[in-house]
């Protein structure tokens, strides 16, 4: 079995087809830790995806490792996905989250334009966040989306924001009781009530722990300007 490492956690999988090898490959693990746990992907974790996604084998496969991944880190590590794109700046993490459509990705290719090299891509599209020491800390996959941003990064959560359509930008400080349904609909619902309980107590820490907005915009340069200043405290020079 190959050993990996994603989110701080060493594992190791067994895998058919070198699509799912590939996507993985910059999160292969070479070192002496010894793996968390073992994740063996057969023909009916792939069929288990199947159900909800038509789509190549190759890349149920690699979904079907997400789960198992997604999975373990719920029950052992104190962590979730959660969609969203997520990039860091100076060390910190800001995510952007919505449902698929609303323009995350195009808001943070935005913030990239605007940044260059100051800016890093942690995950565009399912980063890992994990509660540590009383600290929420994000961490990029293999799972990046379509466009591939991201990588084997790693960053102090500093502020989630959720997107909305508007035709006139605004950011303002959000409300936990309007960001629960956000933050938990980009969560992977567990099965087991038990894990069901570990994610909304997740859930309930980001809410209360994080510095929380909602962002009203159109597809613009300003937008991105305004949440940027909001959010980090400093202009665009």
Known sequence: MKKYKIAD????AETKYAYTGKLCEEFVYTGEEKPAFSAVITDSDVERERKGLNAPEPLLESIALQRKFCEYVLKNGNGTIFHSSAVAYKGEAYLF?????TGKSTHTRLWKEMLGDKLTY?????????YIDGEF??????????HRLGGNVKAKLKCVCKIYQAK????TKAEIPEMIGVVFNQTLR?????????????????????NLYALGCNIS?????????????????
């Open 137 to 146: 800390y994000v961490y990029g996959t293999p799972w990046n989306g379509k």
């Open 168 to 171: 006139e930008n605004s950011i």
């Open 97 to 101: 989250t919505a449902p698929s459509g």
């Open 9 to 12: 956690i060493v594992f190791e």
């Open 122 to 130: 942690i995950d565009d599209d399912k980063p890992i966040i994990r």
């Open 190 to 210: 567990p099965e087991q009530a038990e894990d069901m309980e570990k994610l909304l107590s997740l859930t309930d820490k980001l809410l209360t722990k994080s």
């Open 221 to 237: 340069r300003e937008a991105a300007e305004l949440s940027f200043k909001t959010m980090t405290g400093e202009k665009i020079c």
